[in-house]
């Protein structure tokens, strides 16, 4: 039994599917997972996959890439090599399965599983109905794993998130107790201030606090500036080191983007600067002790936007840093006393 699994988005969404990949995985010989190339490296981590291949989907990567013959015929190419005996298509609410449900069943895979509120035709072989067959008002790690099992996959452990190989980063952090900050985010709606970034790490660091500030190759300059005098590891981690660093941490300060589900996949409270521009009850991180800051009822709720649409980005810089520390270090003393 080969089983192709796709979750065509980033990092955090496919981080997302980790229990719903396990239990294709214990119902399967081989699992394959198909996705986009920003959530490639996450999907290298998840327990129970056994090959990785990337295609970037023009219905689902931003910015969009061109759909031509060609970038069919490579995804054909791609999943005829492969040849799978069935595929699982994981989306979010706002996704339809049926682009790569067709593209799939032009390469001749004989069983397709999807959650879609359009009519599917011969395109799934298994259909979830969203609002029928499942609430869309549930966290996504739920959503995967209900369509894993309406494929025929029970689950077979916990529902929490899960990642393997997190490398020993001794050398990269301090020894002892510190926090992560991480300031950036995918999404610019999703971001907290910078200025108040730097003004929590000061807070922290004059509260006795290590500090370590995490970001990508993209984000230098961002972490250089809210780092100040506080360990800068901006663009120095690949996702598996960045998971290391998460581990070793006490808490994670973070917006709504993929290192929040990489510290929730490696066990690390989270205080979670969220955004509502998505819902919180679908996308707040998942299984660990979390504390979610910002107005979950700003006029910009649910409107998915990239780009805040509101003067002021109101929903998050109405939370202060002192609001920020204080609940970081609330957090860190409820994880230890539920620990003793």
């Known amino acids: 039994m080969r089983t192709l699994v796709a979750r065509l988005d980033s990092v955090g969404d496919v981080l997302l599917s980790g229990a719903a990949?396990?239990?294709?995985a214990a119902g399967s010989d081989e699992v394959w997972m198909l996705c986009g190339p920003q959530g490639a490296p996450a999907a290298e981590m998840l327990p129970g996959v056994d090959h990785v291949v990337t295609w970037s989907a023009p219905w689902i990567v931003a910015p969009a890439p061109d759909f031509t013959r060609e970038s069919a015929r490579e995804l054909l190419s791609i999943v005829e090599r492969i040849s799978p005996d069935a595929a699982v298509i994981l989306t979010s609410f706002h996704q339809s399965p049926l682009p790569l449900a067709a593209l799939l069943r032009l390469a001749g895979v004989p069983r397709i599983t999807g959650t879609s509120i359009d009519y599917a035709g011969s395109l799934l072989d298994v259909r979830l109905k969203p609002g029928e067959d499942f609430p869309e008002d549930q966290p996504e790690a739920h959503r995967a794993l209900r369509i894993a099992e309406a494929a025929g996959f029970a689950p077979v452990d916990s529902d929490h998130l899960a990642v393997?190989?997190?490398?020993?980063?001794?050398?990269?952090?301090?020894?002892?107790?510190?926090?992560?900050?991480?300031?950036?985010?995918?999404?610019?709606?999703?971001?907290?201030p910078a200025s108040h970034h730097e003004s929590l790490v000061a807070e922290l660091t004059a509260r006795g606090r290590t500090v370590v500030v995490t970001g990508t190759p993209s984000e230098t300059a961002l972490t250089a500036r809210v780092a100040g005098s506080a360990i800068d590891l901006g663009g120095r981690t690949s996702l598996r080191e960045l998971?290391?660093?998460?581990?070793?941490?006490?808490?994670?300060?973070?917006?709504?983007?993929?290192?929040?589900?990489?510290?929730?996949?490696v066990g690390t409270p989270v205080v979670s600067l969220f955004s509502p521009v998505v819902s919180a009850e679908r996308w707040a991180?998942?299984?660990v002790p979390t504390v979610i800051l910002g107005d979950q009822d700003a006029a910009c709720r649910g409107s998915r936007a990239r780009e805040c649409p509101i003067a002021g980005h109101p929903c998050l810089s109405v939370v202060q840093p002192s609001e920020v520390a204080d609940a970081c270090e609330r957090l860190i003393v409820e994880t230890e006393g539920a620990l003793l």
Request: aromatic share 6%; glycine share 16%; proline share 10%.
């Open 164 to 192: 393997t190989g997190v490398p020993d980063v001794s050398g990269m952090v301090p020894e002892g107790r510190y926090t992560v900050v991480h300031p950036g985010a995918t999404v610019p709606a999703r971001e907290w």
């Open 21 to 24: 990949v396990r239990a294709i």
């Open 243 to 265: 998971a290391g660093v998460l581990a070793g941490a006490d808490a994670v300060v973070v917006g709504n983007t993929g290192p929040a589900h990489l510290a929730a996949a």
């Open 285 to 287: 991180p998942w299984g």
